[in-house]
C-alpha cells in the first residue's frame, strides 16, 4: 500500500465516523479516489435506502474516476442487495485500482475483491492485523463486524462508581459522578444505535435513555430488558421507537398468558416494539444472548448498555462485553481509586483513560473480541 493511499484510507475511515449510526444496519463506510496522488472525489455510506459510499465517491469524481484508485474502508459489495453491487458501479466508472481497509466478513456481500480481480482491476490490502491502521478501521466498523460475526450488537458498558467501586451515590445525592462526565455519556449515546437498561433501573429511575445537552443528529431507541413485563405504562422510556424484550409466557399458565398478552398490546399500542425471547437459565430473566441476537435482528449493530449492578454483572460473566468505561469520581470513597487501576476479571486491555471535569474516566477494551483479529483473506480471494 503507498504513502499516498494509506492516507486516504485514514482519509476514509474519518468521513465514515462521521456518519454512523445513522446508516445502521449498514456499515458506515468511507471512500476516496485518488488520481495521481490527488483526492478527486470521496463519499460515505447513505442512509438506506440511498447509495453506498464508492458509488457517491465515483459521482463526486466524474470522468477522473477512470483510471484512478479508490481506497475503501471495507470490502466493496459484490451481491444487489438494496442498491445495485459496488463493484460493478467501479468496473464501469473504469477505477483501476482497489485499496480495501477490511474484507467484509458477510456471507452475502463478501466476494468483491474476487470480482474485481477476476475484471483486472488491482486489488490491494487490507493492512494487516495487528497494525494501526487496520485497528483504526476496525474500530471504525466495529458495530458490523460485530454484528456478522458474533450475530449481536457491539455492547459497550458504562458503569459509574466511586474511588473505592461504589454505584451508590451520596445521601441526597442522584448520581456518582459530575456534570461533565454525564455529557460524555451523551455523547456516546449519540453515536450507538440503543441505550440498553434492565426494569430495575426504569423502576427506580424512570430514565428518559435519550440525548440531551450536547450537538447530536442521532437519537438512539431505548431498549429495556424486562422478563416479567414489570416496566410502567406512564415510564418515560414508553415511546415509539423503544424496544422491550421480555420471555415467553408459562404455556400452562393460561391466566398468565392473558394478562402479558394485554399488557403487550399495550405497549406496542403506545410505540414500543416488543421482543419475545427464551428466559434464561434461572427460569426468571431474560437470556442474554438471545435477547442481543433478537436486537441484531432488529438492525441494531451498537449498544451503550447503561443497566444496575445486576445486569451490568450478568452481561460481563457471559463474555458480552466488548468494551467497558468506568465513570470514576475520584472524590468519592474511603479508599484508594481502586476503580481507576483495577481491571475487571478477563483479558481486557487498558484502551484509553482521562478526565472529565471532577470525574476521571477509564475505558478497556476486550482483547478477544476486538474485530480486528478477523483473518484476512489474500487479496483477489
Known amino acids: 500500500m503507498r504513502t499516498a493511499e494509506r492516507a486516504a484510507l485514514a482519509r476514509a475511515v474519518a468521513l465514515a465516523t462521521r456518519t454512523h449510526p445513522r446508516v445502521s444496519p449498514n456499515p458506515a463506510v468511507g471512500c476516496v479516489l485518488l488520481r495521481g496522488g490527488r483526492i478527486v472525489g470521496e463519499g460515505v455510506t447513505e442512509p438506506p435506502p440511498g447509495r453506498h459510499a464508492e458509488v457517491v465517491a465515483l459521482a463526486a469524481a466524474g470522468d477522473a474516476a477512470r483510471g484512478a484508485t479508490a481506497v475503501v474502508t471495507l470490502e466493496p459489495c459484490a451481491h444487489h442487495g438494496r442498491t445495485p453491487p459496488c463493484t460493478t458501479a467501479l468496473l464501469a466508472a473504469g477505477v483501476a485500482r482497489v485499496v480495501i481497509g477490511h474484507p467484509d466478513p458477510h456471507a ?17 490490502g487490507p493492512p494487516a492485523p495487528g497494525t494501526a491502521l487496520r485497528g483504526a478501521v476496525a474500530a471504525q466498523l466495529e458495530g458490523f463486524l460485530t454484528a456478522v460475526v458474533a450475530g449481536r450488537p457491539h455492547v459497550t458498558l458504562k458503569v459509574a462508581v466511586t474511588a473505592d467501586g461504589s454505584v ?201 473480541h476486538h474485530p480486528s483479529t478477523i483473518p484476512a483473506p489474500p487479496p483477489g480471494t
Open 108 to 124: 452475502v456481500a463478501a466476494g468483491g475483491a474476487a470480482a474485481l480481480t477476476a475484471a483486472g482491476v488491482e486489488v490491494v
Open 168 to 368: 451508590s451515590p451520596p445521601p441526597g445525592q442522584r448520581w456518582v459522578t459530575g456534570p461533565v462526565a454525564r455529557r460524555a455519556v451523551h455523547r456516546w449515546r449519540s453515536e450507538v444505535d440503543g441505550v440498553l437498561v434492565g426494569s430495575g433501573t426504569v423502576m427506580a429511575d424512570d430514565p428518559r435513555l435519550d440525548v440531551r445537552d450536547v450537538d447530536h443528529e442521532h437519537q438512539p431507541a431505548a431498549v429495556v430488558l424486562d422478563a416479567r413485563l414489570q416496566t410502567p405504562l406512564q415510564a418515560r422510556v414508553v415511546r415509539p421507537g423503544t424496544v422491550l424484550v421480555t420471555v415467553e409466557p408459562r404455556r400452562h399458565d393460561a391466566a398468565e398468558q392473558e394478562q402479558r398478552g394485554q399488557r403487550v398490546d399495550r405497549l406496542r399500542d403506545a410505540g414500543v416494539h416488543v421482543l419475545v425471547v427464551p428466559a434464561g437459565d434461572d427460569g426468571r430473566g431474560v437470556a442474554l444472548p438471545a435477547a442481543l441476537a433478537a436486537l441484531a435482528e432488529a438492525g441494531m449493530v451498537s449498544l451503550l448498555a447503561e443497566p444496575g449492578p445486576t445486569l451490568s454483572g450478568a452481561l460481563l460473566r457471559a463474555g458480552l462485553v466488548d468494551r467497558l468505561v468506568r465513570h470514576v469520581a475520584v472524590h468519592l470513597g474511603d479508599t484508594a481509586p481502586s476503580a481507576l487501576t483495577t481491571p475487571p476479571p478477563g483479558a481486557w486491555s487498558l484502551e484509553r483513560s482521562g478526565g472529565a471535569g471532577a470525574d476521571a474516566i477509564v475505558q478497556y477494551r476486550a482483547l478477544d
